[in-house]
């Protein structure tokens, strides 16, 4: 009864996850050019981790909608 509105809030959540992922590869890069190869790493492992994270998630949208 309410799937449309788990879908938007899953639809809403992807949209922040992909803006974080963004966020944190542009960090990953002015971190890079600016020498601190650490903190560069650091910023690129984190922004793998939101990258499978909204991997997972796609991929069970695309169950849910398979399930249909």
Known sequence: MFNWLRRR????HVRRLQA???QLLEQAR???RGGDIRQF??????AEAVAQELEALEAAAADD???R
């Open 9 to 12: 809030r899953q639809a809403a």
């Open 65 to 67: 909608d398979a399930a």
């Open 41 to 46: 790493a650091t910023r690129t492992a984190e």
């Open 30 to 32: 002015d971190l890079q």
């Open 20 to 22: 974080r992922h963004l």
